[in-house]
């Protein structure tokens, strides 16, 4: 199997129910104040009891600028970058 495949394969196992554990450990890391994106994941990946070994960071991340899309979070910065985008929960009505 390519190294590329071997590692595209967790996250493809990462289904519906996981992502959702995910996204509300991703949220439960945020607050009203502003954190780094790279501290939101590695809070949660390290903290994560049933977290799926052989999912990156990245794919964490990209949850945050999915969450950042739908508006459940407040983004500054360049969300490809985790080192230099911070996250916030949004404000109350702001999305959903």
């Known amino acids: 199997m390519p190294i590329a495949l071997k590692r595209t394969v967790p996250v493809l196992k990462a289904r519906r129910r996981r992502r959702?554990?995910?996204?509300?450990?991703?949220?439960?890391?945020?607050?009203?104040?502003?954190?780094?994106?790279?501290w939101v994941v590695g809070t949660v990946m390290g903290s994560m009891p049933d977290r799926v070994p052989g999912i990156p960071d990245g794919f964490y991340a990209k949850r945050v600028a999915v969450m950042s899309a739908l508006r459940r979070l407040e983004a500054q910065g360049d969300l490809l970058w985790m080192r230099y985008c911070e996250v916030r929960l949004a404000a109350a009505g702001a999305g959903r």
């Open 20 to 38: 959702k554990s995910i996204d509300a450990s991703l949220l439960s890391a945020c607050g009203h104040h502003r954190r780094k994106i790279v």
